[in-house]
């Protein structure tokens, strides 16, 4: 597995770092620290480039990843190489980079501003997750502070859709000795009203649940592996995943919700569930 690691003079660096340790650990492969710097477009008759302006973005970006490579082995990286790349936006410049190296899954960190163990989408992380061509990790704000020495459970966020199915197998394929979890994330629609409404609401809810386990056992059935399956209920999905049982040795696997195309593409779904869980997602192209 090749691991591409974006990074940034910030504190996520570090998240990503980790992260990408504990993936090189857990399923073998070379890191890659890549930094992205603002390359302007040249385009004759509209604008100049100022060559030594660009010089200097990329020589700070050398710094940048050369840095990372220093603080990578603290946070459990083994060995690593470095690149930089040049494209106005960061998170496509990415994915141009992870297309040309060959990298089998980009890992990004949390943007600012995010609160210990939740991961808050910027522009970067918006842009890779919906369109990069290859699986997009991403590290919670503070991973570097509680990363594992290395992943015992895949927990595969189950929708009973092709796409979580092909996730299901992603993960049993990818899962060595580690164990794996279907996991159903069911979010409660409160109907406000009189008891009635409250009665027919509970017959709702239970026969959702009935429903999502009948799929659930279908498809840990069809996929011929020893499994767990799970069924969490809630308000929303915060609360919903907050009432999962995590060790934070876990990697949470997400399917791409509707896009004709073979890339990362953010459901509603998948959305909430990168902003609610506390631990590592990857969140994987259409028709993996």
């Not at 470095?82 to 089998?104: K, N």
């Not at 890779?128 to 290859?134: A, E, I, K």
């Not at 696997?253 to 779904?269: H, K, N, P, T």
């Amino acid at each position: 597995m090749k691991i591409l690691v974006g990074v940034t003079p910030d504190a996520s660096a570090a998240d990503a770092l980790a992260l990408s340790g504990v993936l090189q650990k857990s399923m073998g492969g070379e890191v890659v620290i890549a930094h992205v710097y603002a390359a302007p477009s040249d385009q004759s008759g509209k604008r100049k480039v100022d060559a030594e302006w660009v010089a200097y973005l990329r020589n700070d970006a050398e710094a940048i990843v050369a840095d990372a490579a220093d603080a990578a082995p603290r946070y459990g990286v083994v060995e690593c190489e470095t690149a930089v790349h040049g494209h106005r936006s960061s998170g496509v410049g990415l994915d141009e980079l992870a297309q040309r190296i060959h990298a089998d899954v980009i890992v990004i960190g949390s943007a600012p501003g995010a609160s210990n163990g939740r991961f808050l989408i910027g522009s970067t992380a918006d842009q890779l997750l919906h369109g990069s061509h290859v699986p997009v990790a991403v590290a919670p704000a503070g991973y570097r502070r509680v990363f594992p020495d290395a992943l015992g459970r895949l927990v595969v966020a189950f929708q009973d859709t092709t796409e979580s199915h092909k996730a299901l197998e992603w993960a049993a394929e990818h899962r060595g000795d580690r164990r794996l979890t279907a996991l159903t994330v069911l979010i409660r629609h409160r109907v406000m009203g009189s008891n009635l409404a409250f009665d027919g609401e509970g017959l709702v809810s239970r026969q959702f649940e009935e429903d999502a386990q009948v799929a659930l056992d279908a498809a840990l059935r069809a996929l011929g592996t020893d499994a767990d399956s799970e069924l969490t209920i809630g308000d929303d999905a915060l609360s919903a995943v907050g009432r999962v049982q995590w060790h934070g040795d876990e990697l949470l696997v997400l399917a791409s919700g509707g896009s004709v195309l073979r890339r990362v593409f953010l459901g509603d779904m998948t959305y909430k569930l990168v902003r609610a869980t506390p631990v590592p997602a990857i969140v994987l192209p259409r028709h993996t």
